[in-house]
């Protein structure tokens, strides 16, 4: 991943420009998943509360297991913590947009973990507390911004020793966007990846 990272970085960007300084954000990282999960926990027991067409609350064996358990975590939420988490989701925004001051773009890895074995995040697993534990081990870093607001975009640029996707992501200031897409597009230009395709692809 850091030979990933250090190649993308070498990209110029614009003719002269230099583009890779290693960044650390000053933001409470600790409090991102427990944050995420009470904001994500409230909306899936307030949204799976009526179905929008069966016009009821759904029985157990009509959704995920996961999407369940999720919600009974979200039964417990109290409007204070909700609030509270709300509110720490702005601090943090805030924190990232105080390291975007110094930096136009971050960039990290797209994964915590190579692309796992199919099944390994299974929405219809029984432990739910084991299932976000996965998803946090392996996309650390989407969450972290799906929380923050940032814009930003994931690429499949590289490539693993078994020939698997290893992506990163780009970050870019609250609002940003054409910033995000222009340098997406340089680099997909000089590490084009449409036409990859893995030994077995049927």
């Keep these: 991943?850091?030979?990933?990272?250090?190649?993308?970085?070498?990209?110029?960007?614009?003719?002269?420009?230099?583009?890779?300084?290693?960044?650390?954000?000053?933001?409470?990282?600790?409090?991102?998943?427990?944050?995420f999960m009470t904001i994500a926990a409230a909306n899936t027991v307030v949204n799976l509360g009526t179905h929008p067409t069966a016009g009821r609350r759904p029985r157990s064996d009509e959704v995920?297991?996961?999407?369940?358990?999720?919600?009974?975590?979200?039964?417990?939420?109290?409007?204070?913590?909700?609030?509270?988490?709300?509110?720490?989701?702005?601090?943090?925004?805030?924190?990232?947009?105080?390291?975007?001051?110094?930096?136009?773009?971050?960039?990290?890895?797209?994964?915590?973990?190579?692309?796992?074995?199919?099944?390994?995040?299974?929405?219809?697993?029984?432990?739910?507390?084991?299932?976000?534990r996965r998803v946090f081990a392996f996309s650390p870093f989407t969450v972290w911004f799906n929380l923050t607001g940032q814009p930003a975009i994931v690429l499949p640029l590289g490539r693993s020793g078994t020939g698997l996707p290893v992506a990163v992501q780009l970050v870019a200031r609250a609002g940003d966007e054409g910033t995000l897409f222009r340098l997406a597009s340089r680099l997909e230009t000089a590490r084009p990846w449409l036409d990859r395709r893995p030994a077995l692809a049927a």
């Design 1 to 35: 991943m850091k030979d990933l990272t250090a190649s993308i970085a070498g990209v110029p960007m614009t003719r002269g420009s230099r583009f890779f300084e290693e960044a650390d954000p000053e933001v409470d990282r600790a409090a991102i998943v427990p944050t």
């Design 64 to 132: 995920e297991r996961i999407t369940w358990g999720t919600a009974e975590l979200g039964e417990k939420v109290s409007g204070a913590d909700y609030v509270r988490a709300i509110q720490t989701a702005h601090r943090l925004g805030r924190q990232m947009a105080a390291s975007h001051e110094r930096w136009d773009v971050l960039l990290t890895p797209g994964l915590g973990t190579l692309p796992p074995k199919l099944g390994w995040i299974d929405m219809m697993m029984d432990d739910v507390d084991e299932y976000w």
